[in-house]
């Protein structure tokens, strides 16, 4: 368990501008609820719940414990993190082709037919690749129905659109980071949800992250504990259920919301799935703030991790699988290092920011999706940071 330390008044004064900022997001309904934690170094400075963790069918409040779905958050604590494992093993080599791995890897190919290029990984943990930004749920839905995670491979590797030629654009791409999942599936000979629960989650001694929380790992009396997302209608057999003849509602609940690790890939991908809380999140912060490390405990070398956190050549400001620079890195507002503080969102509403140097993490998890998918939470997570980088800028 990570502890916690003691702040001045100044500091947690600044903090309370947090909490104005949050609270006033979800008075505007951009999300039910939140938590925010703040680490520095190895402790937690500062940690609070905000509002309800569910709305529908009845309200329920937020604690600090609650376990949210990371949504895009798991490419970088369980996929990018799993194939630095890899790189660091020499099982995987950066710039060698997809194709060396998975030989029906299909290249980029220019309009003409004539001209084509290889992807490498690099490309694909730095969102180069051009692949394009999503599978095509409709076209995989009329071809092959749900729950067909071999049918959806096969569309990855060899249909989806090869969008632009690769290392001339940056366009993040969920399909990029299910690719790398079939790297280490391949490899490994594991699923990535075993995999990493192995050698990320359990090898950090974290208590509440996994895949599939409502069927494992994640204790039963904890189970009431999960945020739930986005309201979904599905049909039902019962005519009376909630006075509709066809159909009911219900809010996902330790499934994960992104369609494609729901419906395709049935929640073990490489884009989306993990669901974790925030005391589990400032763990794995500071052992990427520590080098790989964190109470005897290590996942990578330091020189890895170094890394995995720094800007890629020609990758637009982006690092292997986190945000650093480019135009979506706004987020970490202006008082943190500007060349060394990496960044990621998930859709649901999380979001981790760490600097680097003065090795402060900024945790803000919400479910924003719920119960209809509306909310919006760029301006509070760019808010927040900027907050916490002041308060603790003398600290």
């Not at 008044?9 to 979800?26: P, Q």
């Not at 996929?79 to 029906?104: F, H, K, N, S």
């Not at 995670?149 to 030629?165: D, S």
């Amino acid at each position: 368990m990570i502890g916690m330390i003691l702040l001045i008044a100044a500091a947690l004064s600044g903090f309370e501008r947090c909490d104005s900022v949050i609270t006033k997001a979800i008075e505007d309904g951009n999300a039910p609820g939140a938590v925010l934690c703040v680490v520095q170094g190895d402790s937690i400075v500062y940690e609070k719940a905000y509002g309800n963790k569910r709305v529908y069918p009845k309200a329920e409040p937020m604690s600090v414990e609650t376990v949210f779905d990371l949504a895009s958050l798991s490419k970088c604590v369980s996929t990018a993190i799993a194939v630095m494992q890899l790189v660091e093993q020499g099982r995987v080599q950066l710039d060698d082709p997809v194709d060396l791995y998975l030989p029906e890897f299909a290249p980029w190919v220019d309009s003409t037919g004539t001209v084509s290029k290889r992807i490498t990984v690099r490309q694909l943990l730095t969102h180069t690749s051009g692949l394009a930004p999503v599978a095509d749920i409709r076209y995989l839905k009329r071809r092959h129905a749900d729950n067909r995670p071999k049918k959806l491979r096969a569309y990855i590797l060899k249909e989806h659109e090869r969008r632009a030629e690769p290392g001339t654009e940056l366009m993040y791409s969920c399909p990029n980071f299910i690719t790398l999942q079939y790297i280490v599936e391949s490899l490994t000979g594991e699923r990535l949800c075993d995999y990493a629960q192995t050698h990320i989650f359990d090898a950090l001694g974290l208590q509440h992250t996994c895949y599939f929380p409502t069927d494992r790992r994640i204790p039963k009396e904890t189970l009431a504990g999960i945020a739930p997302t986005e309201v979904i209608r599905r049909r039902s057999t019962d005519p009376q259920q909630f006075g509709r003849p066809t159909r009911w509602r219900k809010a996902l609940i330790g499934q994960v919301h992104d369609p494609t690790a729901r419906r395709f890939n049935m929640g073990n991908s490489g884009n989306a799935g993990v669901f974790s809380n925030a005391e589990d999140l400032a763990v794995l912060c500071a052992a990427i703030m520590n080098g790989g490390e964190y109470h005897g405990r290590r996942i990578l070398q330091p020189e890895t991790v170094a890394l995995m956190c720094a800007e890629q050549e020609g990758a637009f400001g982006r690092t292997l699988g986190w945000d650093a620079s480019s135009s979506s890195a706004w987020i970490e507002g202006e008082t943190f290092a500007a060349d060394h503080t990496i960044c990621h969102t998930g859709y649901t509403g999380t979001s981790v920011v760490i600097d680097l140097d003065r090795r402060i993490a900024v945790i803000l998890l919400a479910n924003r999706v719920h119960p209809v998918d509306e909310g919006a939470l760029g301006r509070t997570r760019a808010a927040v940071s900027e907050i916490v980088a002041e308060s603790l800028k003398n600290h």
